[in-house]
Nanobody, 124 residues
Framework: QVQLEETGGGSVQPGGSLRISCAAS????????MAWFRQAPGKEREFVAG????????LYSDAVKGRFTVYRENAKNTVHLTMNNLRPEDTAMYYC?????????????????WGQGTQVTVSL
């Protein structure tokens, strides 16, 4: 059973930056593709970014490309999402997800393991 725990959410003004992190339980780290999704009130959960087991391949949604960076810190079994130039439309609950696919999958329903989420709010 893979356990995921997100940290680092908070409130920031437009144009600001945040880094959120997802710590995974040991023993599964190198077997899983990791992804970040977000869900705003009244909207479906959407793919934000993902990276493969070895971190060699990353994928971003068009909405965040060029502003967000996803990367793995293998020594700590942690995946980070650095978010720059944040916009009010980035406001959402952000979730970490994991599964054993060899490629990055954008469909939320395809992921077996999820964290509890961390809130990111971008407002004046």
């Amino acid at each position: 059973q893979v356990q995921l725990e997100e940290t680092g959410g908070g409130s920031v003004q437009p144009g600001g930056s945040l880094r959120i992190s997802c710590a995974a339980s040991e023993g599964f780290w190198f077997e899983h593709t990791m992804a970040w999704f977000r869900q705003a009130p009244g909207k479906e959960r959407e793919f934000v970014a993902g990276l493969t087991k070895n971190g060699g391949v990353t994928l971003y949604s068009d909405a965040v490309k060029g502003r967000f960076t996803v990367y793995r810190e293998n020594a700590k079994n942690t995946v980070h999402l650095t978010m720059n130039n944040l916009r009010p439309e980035d406001t959402a609950m952000y979730y970490c997800a994991a599964d054993t696919y060899p490629v990055i999958v954008k469909l939320a329903r395809r992921y077996a393991y999820w964290g509890q989420g961390t809130q990111v709010t971008v407002s004046l």
